[in-house]
């Protein structure tokens, strides 16, 4: 009884408690960063695989795609080619050049131009990549746009958010049709704002820039770093447990070391002692007997003078 009730006094103590609740807590935070990185995990997985259904399908046609052109773009058709036949606006108010785009490390430019087809629609197209100046941010000698009618195969991809940010002349910070469209001071009724395309080729084909890499396709860490936090939600608890373990191992050594200071001493022969602590009478003068070598003692035979004192001093007595 008194070790069940010491042992309920360990788990019901302050520090056992507050422990407990520290451990819910950050296994809790562990549990959701972990499904947080199993999320992002999930997403890559998805763009993936869309990436390798679409990028190199076979084009079709726009209004496959895109019943309307004020629809957003599916996340299931991104990057999926389409065929358009037009032309290009090749005029210096149509053409922009979108600011901060990367290629193989080095800072450049994506030149983005509108592209209308036969039936009046009209789509920006990014038609590649442009370096930047040297210490300046312009880009550098980019190559014309191309005139005359032509069949452009795009890949579909979504508008870019606005990025409240003035930009320099000529050029724009994100690739969002309605914004674009409003910097090239272009009036176009039936322009696809929910998506862009991106250049794959053009018919006739025309000196264009460079063209954009195939897209990252790699998931990333996030499926290590979500099992990382599961493991580390394990931790909180299985320290818990081995921290109360521990507790409870020293009870029993504590109180395995109160019993025998309880249990009073067996002697040497094995005897134990009375109820009053004291060893057997018996035992005790067995004990304390003088066990050392006696000499023996030899009766000395009497003089005669010795008997004659002894007599006289018989007469004497009254």
């Known amino acids: ?111 983005l131009a509108p592209f209308t087809t036969e039936d009046g629609t009209t789509m920006l197209v990014v038609r590649g990549w442009v370096p930047s100046v040297s210490g300046a941010s312009q880009p ?30 000529g050029q724009t910070h994100s690739v969002n049709p309605a914004q674009s469209a409003g910097l090239m001071e272009l009036d176009e009724p039936d322009l696809v704002i929910g998506a862009y395309g991106e250049l794959a080729a053009e018919e006739p084909s025309a000196e264009r820039p460079a063209a954009l890499p195939y897209p990252d396709t790699s998931l990333g860490p996030h499926l290590s770093y979500a099992f990382q936090w599961w493991i580390f939600a394990l931790f909180f608890p299985a320290a818990l447990v081995y921290r109360t373990r521990r507790q409870f191992q020293d009870l029993a050594a504590d109180e395995q070391q109160l019993t025998e200071a309880d249990t009073p001493p067996r002697d040497a022969s094995g005897t134990d002692p009375d109820e009053d602590g004291s060893a057997p009478a018996a035992e005790l003068d067995r004990r304390t007997a003088d066990h050392r070598p006696r000499r023996a003692v030899h009766a000395r035979r009497r003089g005669q003078d010795e008997e004659e004192e002894d007599a006289l001093i018989d007469q004497q007595r009254p």
């Not at 407990?20 to 499904?35: E, I, N, Q, S, T």
């Not at 000698?141 to 002349?169: H, I, N, Q, S, Y």
């Open 1 to 111: 009884m008194r070790a069940t009730s010491s042992r309920r006094e360990i788990l019901l103590s302050r520090e056992t408690l507050l422990g407990l609740l520290a451990v819910l807590v950050l296994a809790a935070v562990c549990v959701l960063l972990g499904l947080w990185q199993f999320d992002r995990y999930e997403g890559r997985a998805q763009q993936a695989a869309v990436i390798e259904a679409n990028h190199d399908a076979a084009p079709v046609t726009l209004d496959e795609v895109l019943a309307d052109v004020g629809s957003p773009l599916p996340v299931t058709d991104e990057w999926t080619p389409v065929t358009l036949h037009g032309s290009y606006c090749t005029s210096d108010d149509c053409v922009l050049y979108v600011r901060n785009r990367q290629l193989e490390g080095q800072v450049g430019f994506w030149q």
């Open 140 to 169: 550098a000698d980019p190559a014309p746009v191309p005139e005359g009618e032509m069949t452009a195969t795009v890949r579909l991809r979504p508008a870019e958010p606005v990025l409240d940010r003035e930009p320099p002349p």
